[in-house]
């Protein structure tokens, strides 16, 4: 008989008694369970499979260009936090070189309370060719932004820093979460096709019908149903 385990610190190819087990794209092994004792030694755990709903606490506003971080200088030491999500979603941080002098150094940390519960630091690199700028996405949703830290800037002609919410809202799941799978969406109380997860942080779906009207004072109420696999423990 087989079970399939969470890696946890384990990967890659595993050798036990009774088999030899590669990691699957999703991290997980199936092994056989007469090994499991022995890998569950090694650092692997046992997984659940979770099904679940999930209602917006408010109806999420329109994705909205500054509305975590108001563009402004990029330069060394804590940047302010202009508004914090007003529904777990997905947080871009955009950097900017500013003008033709390109920024070759620098660090923008941002630590956030995210969708799987814990507590994550991002560190985005504000390395920026001249008279461009770069987009990154935060690498879980974003429940609370706590600091956004910026050091070691060198260059750039007026550099800058903004931190944007997109239409991607954020459902919330158990840390390590695999195999997220969104089965049911509503809007305002109706069916609608499952949204997009491409290329979107774990636990982030861009509604087919995005988020629209005033931030806190949004036009449309979500709700999804959604199956994951996390580790038992």
Not at 141 to 147: C, D, E, L, R
Not at 207 to 214: E, L, M, W
Request: with cysteine; net charge negative.
């Amino acid at each position: 008989m087989n079970v399939q385990l969470a890696g946890g610190s384990v990967g890659g190819l595993v050798q036990g008694a009774y088999g030899n087990y590669a990691q699957a794209a999703d991290g997980t092994f199936t092994v056989d369970a007469r090994d499991a004792p022995s890998l569950l030694a090694l650092g692997m755990n046992y997984i659940r499979n979770m099904t679940t709903t999930y209602n917006t606490p408010m109806n999420p506003g329109i994705a909205t260009l500054g509305q975590i971080i108001a563009s402004g200088a990029l330069s060394n030491g804590p940047a302010a936090i202009a508004h914090q999500p007003d529904a777990m979603r997905q947080v871009n941080i955009v950097v900017g070189a500013g003008g033709a002098t390109a920024v070759t150094a620098g660090n923008v940390a941002v630590t956030y309370l995210a969708n799987d519960g814990t507590t994550q630091t991002d560190n985005i690199s504000a390395v920026v060719a001249l008279s461009a700028s770069t987009t990154t996405s935060l690498s879980k949703g974003v429940a609370h932004i706590n600091t956004v830290v910026i050091g070691g800037i060198l260059g750039g002609a007026s550099p800058y820093i903004r931190g944007d919410t997109t239409a991607a809202l954020a459902v919330p799941i158990a840390p390590n979460s695999v195999d997220i799978n969104f089965f049911k969406e509503t809007v305002n109380l109706v069916d609608e096709a499952i949204g997009s997860v491409v290329g979107l942080p774990p636990g982030c779906i861009t509604p087919t019908t995005n988020p629209s009207g005033a931030v806190g004072a949004g036009s449309n109420s979500f709700s999804f149903g959604y199956a994951y696999v996390a580790p038992a423990a």
